[in-house]
Each structure stands twice: as structure tokens, then as C-alpha cells.
């Protein structure tokens, strides 16, 4: 009896002591892991950098996060599951790289005409805080945000009408492909890494991508035309993930400050899209190129042409059991809100 009592003794000193290495004690700090799949030159990992260290500071130091950019931890398709699984315990990439895994949030792609990305930043939180989509329940979200208007780029012919495009072969993805053929265009799908040397070989005509990327990947220099139908442009949508398990087990005033962070940390990113969108405008210009306007008719030939791709859309949320009908709604009220000036939103900046 003696004995067994004895060993009982010992394995819960055991267990107290490999315990005590798996979780800090009272005022040690929480390490963390961050994995991102956008390279550290990138301004969207200054931003989530900047994120951790501000975690760091407003928590007194109690929770430490250490920083994987450029996919040195996850790959950007692996990076949501890898939080999940708890390969890191933080992440961010895009959603749409794991195209299907999140049916509700891919509203953020369809071209229902985003102005500006603090709105489509302010509009993709807002979905989320409304819908609690569960397809993001098996994590944290920190914070969402969507890059400014999609547009439609070409390197020689310009585009003012639908039958400008007809015959162009046009780099895009997911539901802008779709837009693409419905427009007119021939849709080429590759990673957007490949597009500059396929425009300047003259494999594809054109690509569909926001203004940033005429700077961040110099693109200005491989095109000349930029069509700005707001009417339909798209957005991508990009998220900031925590484990729920580490996430749960951060004491209560640790997740109130970051819970504040991670608000503010999406106005900043979203002004930080129309900043670089503004950079790439200026570049357009300065290397010769030109942003073509449609009229307000022909806009509207193209707002109907691609109802489809929103449709659809309806229809496969329908078909899974998800609110698509209502985000539709929502997000087309707040966009024309945003176009009279009446939308507000704790994730837009006031100032």
C-alpha cells in the first residue's frame, strides 16, 4: 500500500513539473509563433510586424510573439489550417488561396464595386462581426482586411467598352475570371508572381489586380492602360488568425488589449491599402500610362453582365446553408452608404 501511495506521489510530481514547462507560471511571458505568407519587404508584413510588437509593448511584455515572414513557417495555402493544427499560433495569408474553405467570405472577390480598401477592410470585418461565419469559428480572428478596387489592366489596347475586350487574353483568378468572360475577355489563370514576365513576353494582354501592385510589382512597366470601372470592381480578402486554444488561455486583460490592437491594427491596414494605392496611381502616370474612365451607361452594361458571377454566389451558399442572400444585402448597403458618405464603422479611421 505504502508503495503504491509512494508512486502516486512521484507521477504527480511529474505531471506537476512537465506542467509547469508547457505553461508560464504567473508573470512569464506567453510565447508565440506568427506565420505570414507575404514577404517581409511587403507592407502588409511591416503591418503585421509592427502588430506584434505592439502586442509586446501594450501588454507589458507578457505575451512575446516571434515572426515568420515569406512563408519560412506555413505556406500561404497551408497557413489558416496550420493555426488551426497549431503549427503556428498566429497567421496571416489570403482567403482565397484555399479557395472553397471559406464559402461566406468569398462575397469579398465577387465585383460588387469596392472604392476604396478601408471600405472593403471596414465592410469584411463587419460581415464577420455580424455573421460569426463558422467557417472562421475554428480559430480567433484578430483582424480582416481587403485591398482596394480590382481593376482591369492592359499593356496596349485600351479598354473603354465591353467589346474592347474582346479577344484579350487576360490574367485573373477565381470569380474575376469569370467577370472576365462575361465582359468578353479570355481568362488565363497563374500565380500572380508570373504576371510580369507574361506581359512583357506577350503571353497575356492584360491582368486584373488593384493599383498597388502597378509599384509593389512594378507592373507599370509591363502596362499602359488602366480601365477604373468602379462598378464593378473586386477585392481579396486577407486574415489575421490565432490558435483558440492559445487564444483561450490568455488571461482576460491580455485579450482585451489585443481585442484593441487588433481594431485599430485594421483601420491602420486598411489606410496603408489606399496609401499604396495612391503610390501605384503615381507611378502609372509617371511611366506614361493611362487610367481610362467608362461612362455611366457602359458601367452599366457591365454591372449586369456580371451579375452571374454574384448569383452563383447566392445559389452555392444556398446549396451549403449559408446567409450568402444576407451578406449580399449588407454589403451593397454599406457600399453605397460609403458612396453618399454615410458609412460608419468602428473599423474605419475618423480622422
Not at 482596394?148 to 467589346?163: A, C, L
Not at 486554444?245 to 485579450?255: E, G, H, R, S, T
Not at 446549396?319 to 450568402?324: E, F, T, Y
Request: proline share 5%; net charge positive; aromatic share 8%.
Amino acid at each position: 500500500m505504502s508503495s503504491t501511495v509512494t508512486m502516486v506521489g512521484r507521477l504527480t510530481l511529474v505531471l506537476g513539473f512537465l506542467l509547469c514547462l508547457c505553461f508560464p507560471g504567473d508573470g512569464e511571458a506567453v510565447s508565440l509563433t506568427f506565420s505570414d505568407a507575404v514577404p517581409a519587404a511587403h507592407h502588409m508584413s511591416k503591418m503585421a510586424s509592427s502588430w506584434c510588437k505592439e502586442v509586446e509593448k501594450r501588454t507589458g511584455g507578457k505575451v512575446k510573439i516571434t515572426y515568420y515572414p515569406g512563408q519560412s513557417l506555413t505556406k500561404a495555402k497551408e497557413c489558416y489550417d496550420g493555426v488551426v493544427s497549431g503549427l503556428s499560433d498566429l497567421g496571416q495569408s489570403a482567403l482565397q488561396y484555399t479557395r472553397g474553405r471559406f464559402p461566406l467570405m468569398d462575397f469579398i472577390n465577387l465585383p460588387l464595386g469596392y472604392r476604396s480598401g478601408a471600405i472593403a477592410t471596414a465592410i469584411i470585418n463587419e460581415v464577420n462581426d455580424k455573421f460569426k461565419p463558422k467557417e472562421l469559428q475554428d480559430t480567433q480572428v484578430m483582424y480582416l482586411h481587403s485591398h482596394g478596387p480590382g481593376f482591369i489592366h492592359t499593356k496596349d489596347k485600351p479598354v473603354s467598352k465591353m467589346e474592347d475586350l474582346k479577344g484579350l487574353k487576360i490574367r485573373s483568378h477565381g470569380p474575376t475570371a469569370e467577370m472576365l468572360k462575361l465582359l468578353g475577355a479570355t481568362p488565363v489563370a497563374f500565380p500572380m508572381t508570373e504576371l510580369y514576365q507574361a506581359l512583357h513576353k506577350g503571353v497575356v494582354n492584360g491582368g486584373v489586380f488593384p493599383m498597388e501592385a502597378e509599384k509593389g510589382w512594378k507592373l507599370a512597366e509591363v502596362t499602359n492602360n488602366t480601365t477604373a470601372c468602379y462598378n464593378t470592381t473586386y477585392s481579396v480578402g486577407f486574415f489575421v488568425v490565432m490558435n483558440k486554444a492559445k487564444w483561450n488561455a490568455l488571461p482576460a486583460d491580455v485579450k482585451e488589449t489585443i481585442e484593441q490592437i487588433n481594431v485599430e491594427w485594421a483601420r491602420k491596414q486598411g489606410q496603408l491599402w489606399d496609401q499604396a494605392d495612391s503610390e501605384g496611381i503615381r507611378t502609372t502616370l509617371s511611366n506614361g500610362g493611362r487610367i481610362i474612365g467608362i461612362e455611366p451607361k457602359e458601367a452599366e452594361r457591365w454591372v449586369k453582365a456580371v451579375q452571374p458571377v454574384v448569383k452563383r454566389y447566392r445559389d452555392e451558399t444556398k446549396a451549403r446553408g449559408v446567409p450568402g442572400d444576407e451578406v449580399i444585402k449588407l454589403v451593397q448597403k454599406l457600399r453605397d452608404d460609403a458612396v453618399k458618405g454615410t458609412f460608419t464603422s468602428k473599423y474605419l479611421a475618423t480622422e
